[in-house]
């Protein structure tokens, strides 16, 4: 059973960089056929992907955000990152990580319980 747990601070101030990691436990980022991926609900929104790295390195991201995000990995640690640059209170949202089978799929066989990171100076 494979098992997410996102951490990171839960307040950031506006311009800053939001910085999260998700562990991994119960398969390996590496060998195991899923995107390793970040998603967000702001307050009263839908579900919105970031991003996703693949088991191979390859990385993919929202054309959205592309330009203020980084994805990155820590193979030894079995630890994918996010960095978000530059936040604004826009991007107050809980923060998933999760597995996915595929890429542009709305279905996600495992999940993290979800960080709520607020941007407020």
């Known amino acids: 059973q494979v098992q997410l747990q996102e951490s990171g601070p839960d307040l950031v101030k506006p311009s800053q960089t939001l910085s999260l990691t998700c562990t991994v436990s119960?398969?390996?980022?590496?060998?195991?056929?899923?995107?390793w991926s970040w998603i967000r609900q702001p307050p009263g929104k839908g579900l919105e992907w970031m991003g996703a790295?693949?088991?191979?390195?390859?990385?993919y991201y929202s054309p959205s955000l592309k330009s203020r995000t980084s994805i990155s990995r820590d193979t030894p640690k079995n630890q994918f990152s996010l960095q978000l640059r530059s936040v604004t209170p826009e991007d107050t949202a809980v923060y998933y990580c999760?597995?996915?089978?595929?890429?542009?799929?709305?279905?996600?066989?495992?999940w993290g319980q979800g960080t709520q990171v607020t941007v407020s100076s």
């Open positions: 999760a597995a996915a089978g595929s890429l542009g799929t709305d279905e996600y066989d495992y």
């Open positions: 119960g398969g390996s980022i590496t060998t195991s056929y899923y995107y």
């Open positions: 790295i693949a088991n191979d390195g390859s990385i």
